[in-house]
């Protein structure tokens, strides 16, 4: 590195590193973004240098649903065997949160002092990183329809994935969701080494193909999959019966490792955590040992005590997310744990402006189990009336619903909580910035 490099690094690093002190100093938030903007005002190529300088190497995990949940596991897996690690922990998966993370992990003069840098990155910016990065490792979990007004359809997000990992050597691994048909299709078409991961337990379909799928057609011939059963959305047992295209072989199945959290959704980030990790050298007791004490991220299905009530918060930001997150819900209210649901609703730009998904999420079955639901958040009167579409379509006599309506947000938290039972949970789903939003009520502590 020639000098005036370094002196620009030397500079940069000290700039993030000043104004994360003053962000957290002044309680403003966790600053998991702006140390990384500004810092790369002033080097404008630090994202390569900082890559270059992860000793073992550098993971990048990406998908729709479960990065954060995914790469926190496996970041608490490699810790647990003594390796030390940098993560964007807080989920910001843009560039100015990836440089963000790795500046956490640096030295005065810009030297980053860690083995793996294990980086969750936002589906449509992979091709963009690549540019920049030839990771070790990369691990796609799924790709659904997400933020439609940003981002666009499946099929064109795997295609720009697919020639951003094409040139990369050999020597790096692709580890992808057999169950999902496009990325199948991805790993069937690389050079690289890929290993699938994948569900192998047939009592989890679900009883029919839920309105939120887009995958359902061959990424080959375009015909329709014949599907054996669906697990959520699009993933699942299939095959195409006009050409030769199937689900590829798993190197992991479902079948031989427990689970983390709660959701048919978390078996598959438990696989490809372990996965990955198993390709890495560890051993499967060690991952076993992590997976059973493994705590859940923030608002992933994360637990939380409030005002003596216990809460779980289901980030649910698009139609599948959604989807899985009420098929949890539906289980435990069933069981009678759970009465009272808050659904925040916004529709900012980390959420997407677009909230036509929530006619494609399956709003009936929470409907059907009666309870209370509480709705909040920018687009309360979109989400309520979604609501009483569901609530609507109930047969006389099926259990009462109960649907309140409350603009303020922080009304609306202390409402669920005051009619939430001492023995039941209360059940949040909320978007991303709602996400953001409740957490601090609860906590009184800002994440980003």
């Not at 690549?130 to 990771?135: A, E």
């Not at 014949?226 to 992991?252: E, I, M, N, T, W």
């Not at 289980?331 to 529709?347: E, F």
Request: aromatic residues 6%.
């Amino acid at each position: 590195m020639e000098l005036i490099d370094k002196i620009r690094l030397g500079i940069a690093v000290g700039i993030a590193k000043v104004v994360t002190f003053v962000v957290r100093g002044l309680g403003l938030g966790a600053a998991s973004v702006l140390p990384g903007e500004i810092a790369r005002r002033a080097h404008p190529r630090l994202l390569p240098l900082l890559f270059k300088q992860a000793k073992k190497g550098v993971i990048l995990i990406v998908g729709t649903n479960g990065k954060t949940t995914t790469s926190l596991l496996l970041r608490k897996i490699l810790e647990n065997k003594q390796f030390k690690v940098a993560h964007n922990a807080t989920g910001a998966n843009l560039i100015n949160g990836l440089i963000t993370a790795l500046l956490e992990s640096t030295n005065l003069i810009g030297q980053l002092q860690v083995d793996y840098a294990i980086l969750e990155v936002d589906e449509n910016i992979l091709p963009l990183v690549l540019k920049d990065c030839q990771p070790q490792y990369i691990l796609g979990l799924n790709l659904f329809r997400d933020q439609l007004d940003r981002y666009g359809e499946v099929d064109t997000i795997s295609l720009r994935w697919q020639r951003a990992i094409a040139p990369l050597p050999e020597s790096t691994v692709i580890v992808l969701n057999a169950d999902d048909p496009t990325l199948s299709n991805l790993g069937q078409n690389l050079s690289q080494k890929v290993l699938f991961f994948g569900l192998s337990e047939p009592k989890l379909y679900l009883e029919r193909i839920p309105h939120a799928v887009d995958s359902i057609y061959c990424p080959r011939c375009g015909h329709s999959l014949d599907y054996q059963g669906v697990y959520l959305s699009h993933l699942g047992d299939y095959r195409c019966p006009s050409c030769d295209f199937q689900k590829s072989p798993l190197a992991l199945k479902s079948k031989e490792w427990g689970q983390i959290l709660i959701g048919v959704y978390n078996k598959y980030n438990t696989l490809a955590a372990g996965l990955l990790a198993q390709e890495m050298g560890i051993d499967t007791p060690s991952i076993f040992q992590t997976i059973a004490n493994f705590k859940a991220a923030f608002g992933r299905a994360e637990e939380l005590t409030a005002s003596g009530k216990h809460v779980r918060i289901l980030l649910s930001k698009n139609p599948v997310g959604m989807n899985e997150t009420l098929r949890a819900v539906s289980q435990i209210k069933a069981t009678g744990k759970s009465s009272v649901t808050l659904v925040v609703l916004n529709d900012r730009t980390p959420d997407g402006t677009d909230v036509s998904w929530i006619w494609d999420v399956d709003t009936e079955e929470l409907a059907a189990l009666g309870g209370t639901i509480i709705v909040s958040g920018d687009r309360v009167y979109d989400m309520a009336l979604r609501l009483k579409y569901s609530q609507d379509s109930l047969e006389p006599g099926e259990n009462p619903l109960q649907l309140i309506i409350k603009e303020d947000l922080p009304e609306a938290v202390s409402v669920a909580l005051e009619r939430t039972p001492e023995d039941e949970t209360l059940h949040i789903l909320p978007t991303y910035s709602a996400m953001l939003e409740v957490r601090q009520l609860l906590t009184g502590r800002k994440i980003l």
